[in-house]
């Protein structure tokens, strides 16, 4: 099969189409963990506390803390990982509080969003964007 | 096994009944995302502690599921009520299949 110039134009654009998608790719999975943690449920602002640096100097180690009074789990997503999940807290009978604060890795300057599934069943977001200095996904 | 995986919890030695206590746990462990790459550009495969639960004589506090994006040595803060007096139990579970576990316990007082 011979290509004319026309052709190899034409396959060298889509190449370059497929190699600029994962940037979307990434928002559609992160679209696709909010759909699986709340069944694509609507999400009230109210309800749920995030608590994140505005500038990290470090992506590596990102201290946030997440509250949401009554939630039974709150999922944490980074929008602008390789791969947004950060982690799923599911609280037990045992929790005096639905708080819990960890160190988490950033790529780079994103939003960093938390969801809670509250007592009643219906959803809280809560969303902050976090500066990063150094990303945090080695090189 | 990750080498050198040490859990550490801090709880207090004691508390009133049904008090609300903070627990801080942090556990060294590499936490290998998968992303990065060797001198020589291979990726170095995913190695990370993928749960970790707390548990008070049986009863769960908090069971959380972990993704790469949690730091070298996963640090986590939240808070526990104490009905009697027993035993925290803090288990991590690695995607190789260890599971790293600690006991603490607490008296009423």
Not at chain 2, 51 to 56: V, W
Not at chain 2, 95 to 100: C, I
């Given at each position: ?139 | ?62 069971d959380v599921t972990m993704e790469p994006a949690i730091s070298t040595n996963p640090y986590f803060e939240f808070e526990a009520t104490v009905p009697e007096a027993g035993e925290f139990k803090f288990t ?10 600690e006991t603490k316990a607490i008296a009423i007082g």
């Open positions: 099969m011979e290509f004319t110039r026309r052709e190899t134009l034409a396959v060298g654009g889509a190449a370059a189409l497929v190699a600029m998608l994962p940037k979307g790719a990434y928002a559609a999975t992160t679209e696709e963990w909010i759909a699986e943690f709340t069944g694509g449920a609507d999400m009230a602002d109210a309800g749920i506390d995030l608590t994140a640096p505005e500038i990290a100097e470090n992506g590596n180690t990102v201290p946030i803390e997440v509250s949401a009074e009554g939630a039974s789990e709150i999922l944490v997503l980074a929008t602008g990982n390789p791969t947004p999940g950060v982690a799923t807290f599911k609280f037990g009978p045992l929790a005096a509080s639905q708080y819990a604060s960890t160190r988490i890795r950033l790529a780079g300057t994103q939003d960093v969003v938390a969801i809670a599934k509250l007592a009643d069943g219906s959803f809280a977001k809560a969303s902050k964007t976090v500066k990063v200095t150094i990303g945090g996904c080695g090189g | 096994m990750a080498d050198g995986v040490k859990p550490r919890v801090k709880v207090p030695k004691s508390a009133s009944a049904g008090e609300a206590i903070t627990l801080k746990t942090l556990i060294s462990h590499p936490m290998e995302s998968g992303q990065r790459k060797d001198s020589s550009g291979n990726a170095i495969p995913r190695s990370i502690i993928n749960r970790f639960t707390c548990e008070f004589n049986g009863e769960s506090v908090i991590w579970y690695d995607d190789d299949g260890s599971v790293y576990e």
